[in-house]
């Protein structure tokens, strides 16, 4: 048993939420710049209703991914989001570390 | 994602099978190849082969385009053969650094609950319990038991299975003599050069607590310096 194994595992938990009935999309962060706080390959799983589990950044990102995810529940169609200080958006969400990451997004079907 | 695409990269998981996702960025299609599939004739073959010993996820540039590949390889594990007094402080050293661990042997004198609380201990023979749970290219076997009719097949398993680091206790002459009896099993002399014995780090230690710290090092050097292996 390893610490890691007490979290729940997000690939594990999109399938049950979807065996469940319930609508989810994926995140995942396909590239990161300067100081990233999640590795590449790291997870988030949203629901329709804006339940998630998993992580993306430390906390920074996270709700914007949410809301950008329901769409693509909505809409069933993928997207690549790109987040960092450097971004015009930068003052509503951005990486504290100074760092820039990039989320793919996708729907389970 | 298809849902019977995610489950079937889900169960490769929980059975400690390497696979990868392969996503087209572009348009989202996906494909899942798994560490045992021969995957030679495939345009991104080399990549596999680098991340799937790697176990690093990442954007690729092909030719029809930027492809990410979500890699799966099984948590790293510890198999120690010998519940002896190196391995009572070799568990709960491993179980800190991240380390799955497994203790087997079939001496019950050894193997009890109370030596090795709340750890996974197999009373059994490792040719038993190996069965149930065979080594792979995630796993690090130490064998520490001293005795070549515990010891030999786990480490001889270890070595056809490419388990990333072999270690056997015991001196340079019984490591010779353990050579010699491989060598006419028929394995492959380039395997054997693979098995670290004097097992550990060459810091001195004394203590079975300090082996203990010693074995560590060298399974972590193994997991760490392996070619391509993750920062």
Redesign the interface.
Same mark, same amino acid.
């Given at each position: 048993? @390893?610490? @890691?194994d007490t979290l729940p595992d997000v690939?594990?938990t999109?399938?049950s939420w979807?065996d469940s009935g319930r609508s989810v999309a994926?995140a995942?962060v396909?590239?990161t710049w300067g100081s990233a706080p999640r590795?590449?390959?790291s997870h988030l799983v949203i629901d329709q209703d804006g339940n998630f589990e998993g992580s993306v950044s430390g906390g920074c990102v996270e709700g914007a991914v949410v809301s950008e995810a329901m769409d693509v529940i909505e809409t069933g @169609?993928?997207t @690549?989001l790109d987040f960092g200080v450097a971004d015009e958006t930068a003052w509503e969400v951005g990486l504290s570390c100074g760092g820039r990451i990039r989320v793919?997004v996708?729907?389970?079907? | #994602?298809?849902?019977s695409l995610?489950?079937t990269?889900?169960a490769e998981?929980a059975a400690r099978r390497a696979a990868i996702l392969v996503?087209d #960025?572009a348009n &989202?299609a996906q494909r899942l190849v798994r560490g045992g599939d021969d995957f030679h004739s495939d345009p991104l073959a080399e990549e596999f082969a680098r991340r799937f010993r790697s176990g690093?996820?990442?954007?690729v540039q092909t030719d029809a385009g930027e492809a *990410?590949l979500?890699?799966s390889v099984p948590?790293p594990r510890l198999v120690i053969i010998g519940a002896v007094h190196i391995s009572q402080a070799l568990v709960p050293m491993a179980?800190i650094a &991240? *380390?799955?661990v497994a203790v087997i042997d079939p001496r019950t004198a050894f193997a009890t609950e109370e030596r090795f609380p709340g750890s996974t201990l197999k009373a059994d023979w490792p040719e038993e319990v190996l069965k149930d749970a065979p080594l792979d290219p995630f796993t690090a076997v130490a064998a520490v038991t001293h005795d070549p009719k515990i010891d030999d097949f786990p480490l001889m398993e270890a070595l056809k299975t490419g388990c990333f680091y072999v270690g056997a206790l015991g001196s340079r002459k019984t490591h010779g003599k353990r050579l010699e009896r491989f060598a006419e099993a028929g394995l492959d002399p380039a395997l054997l050069a693979r098995i670290d014995a004097p097992i550990g780090l060459d810091i001195g230690a004394a203590s079975p607590q300090e082996i203990a710290v010693a074995v560590l090092g060298s399974v972590i050097q193994a997991l760490r310096k392996m070619p391509d292996a993750a920062p």
């Open positions: 048993m @390893t610490a @890691t690939l594990e999109a399938a979807r994926l995942t396909v590239e590795p590449v390959g @169609t993928p @690549t793919y996708e729907p389970v079907v | #994602m298809d849902l995610l489950k990269l889900n998981r996503t #960025m &989202g690093k996820s990442g954007l *990410f979500t890699v948590a179980e &991240g *380390f799955d």
